[in-house]
């Protein structure tokens, strides 16, 4: 007879054997706990390597003293100063200049230095071990091209003092209308007479900026004026020679190929004549230029593009230069009291470029300069050759001219308002070189 007890046994272990197998299928497997979060550290706080400083130089202070104040030792500021000596004289910083410098925070020595020099340099001066380095480090610049354009009311500088809506400062509109009116179209336009009311005017010009926002250097490249409907003309091209200048649309120069004077301020003392009376050899004899009454010391310049042939003493005519220009022309300046700076045979020479002062060496009564002009070794009247044109865009550039002026007058269609400043980009710039 079976055992009861033995049979509820058996269910009961086969209903725990179910019941666990059946939890071990259904129930979901659990979760690797996430880790603890990290121990942080305390923050540390390091001090400075470095302590930066700024002073001025003081009126009447010299560079010693001021190296003084900032507690450098006295054979380490000889040593800066020898330095300094072989890149900058010390003496030639102005009161008011800036000076900043840096020192050690756990020892108090100095570091380096920095001295502006002027707006445009820096000399930066470094220690190496026991001893300096000092050079000089040029401020960056970057490039922006300005567009200009507007309606004339009274005046072209009063138009553009009245601009409003660009980031170019006054002083600078100042320069543009100088350059515009004296250089550009010195010869083209008279603009105390020639501007009516409606003229419409575009110009456009680079600049090198420095971080400050001032102008380092500038220049007009483009300008274009509409007078009474007739158009006036001028971009400024770079010639694969290298030599520049500005140009009409069509290529033509804008300059007249010499000057009226080669003195600023003159009278004339002496005209040209084929028979005049010297007052030293005491007899008539042909008088082949113009004489200028000057104070000793006014200062010449060259009537025009040329090549220095000679600079030197030319016996009756003193300190003499002559100028080789294109053209088969040549021009004598006589008398003079010396010769610029750099002015030799063989130097070219610009339009407008000092070449010596007035004296009255040689066979001269008195301070005045005595100005020749010859064709073909055969002496004129200065006076004929004013309306001479200067020469235009060589033949084998005119294409590459053509390009660059088709960017210049793009960049002045931006122009959409009376004034506009553009971000420079070197489309504009593309009139630069003559490549």
């Known amino acids: 007879m079976s055992n009861p007890y033995r049979f509820l046994a058996l269910g009961l272990f086969a209903a725990v054997g179910v019941a666990t197998a059946g939890s071990l299928v259904h129930a979901p497997a659990e979760e690797t706990p996430p880790p603890p979060p990290p121990l942080l550290l305390p923050v540390a706080y390091a001090n400075p390597a470095e302590v930066a400083f700024q002073d001025t130089l003081q009126r009447g202070e010299t560079l010693s003293e001021l190296l003084q104040r900032s507690r450098l030792a006295a054979e380490e500021a000889a040593a800066l100063l020898a330095e300094l000596q072989g890149v900058q004289d010390p003496r030639a910083l102005r009161a008011g200049a800036v000076i900043s410098y840096r020192k050690s925070f756990t020892r108090g020595e100095v570091r380096g230095m920095e001295f502006n020099l002027d707006a445009d340099r820096t000399l930066t001066v470094r220690r190496s071990g026991d001893a300096w380095d000092a050079a000089v480090e040029e401020v960056p610049v970057r490039t922006d091209t300005a567009a200009l354009a507007g309606e004339v009311r009274s005046s072209l500088y009063q138009a553009l003092m009245d601009a409003e809506g660009a980031d170019v400062p006054r002083e600078e509109r100042e320069r543009i209308v100088d350059v515009v009116a004296d250089k550009i179209f010195a010869w083209q336009i008279d603009f105390s007479r020639d501007l009516r009311p409606g003229d419409s005017y575009r110009i456009l010009y680079e600049r090198q900026v420095r971080p400050d926002g001032t102008a380092r250097s500038w220049r007009v490249i483009g300008a274009l004026f509409d007078l009474s409907g007739r158009e006036h003309s001028a971009f400024w091209y770079r010639l694969p020679d ?175 308002s009376p004034v506009r400043y553009a971000e420079g980009d070197r489309s504009a710039s593309a009139a630069k070189t003559g490549d």
Do not use: C
């Not at 230069?321 to 300046?333: A, D, F, K, N, P």
């Not at 070449?355 to 070794?377: D, K, M, Q, R």
């Open 242 to 416: 290298g030599t520049e200048d500005y140009y009409a649309r069509d290529g033509g120069s804008l300059r007249r190929a010499f000057l009226r004077a080669p003195l600023e301020f003159r009278r004339i003392s002496s005209a040209f004549s084929t028979a005049r009376f010297h007052p030293i050899l005491k007899k008539a004899r042909p008088h082949n230029g113009i004489d200028y009454a000057a104070a000793a010391g006014t200062p010449i310049r060259a009537v025009g593009d040329g090549v220095v042939a000679k600079a030197g003493w030319g016996g009756g005519y003193g300190n003499v230069v002559e100028i080789r220009h294109s053209r088969g022309y040549t021009s004598r300046y006589a008398h003079m009291r010396g010769f610029a700076s750099g002015i030799r045979p063989g130097v070219r020479v610009r339009q407008g470029d000092l070449i010596g002062y007035v004296g009255s060496t040689g066979l001269s009564t008195g301070p005045h300069l005595h100005y020749e002009f010859h064709e073909n070794g055969r002496p004129i009247n200065p006076s004929s050759i004013k309306y001479l044109t200067g020469d235009p865009v060589p033949a084998g550039a005119r294409a590459r001219y053509r390009t660059a002026v088709s960017a210049q007058l793009a960049k002045m269609e931006q122009a959409a």
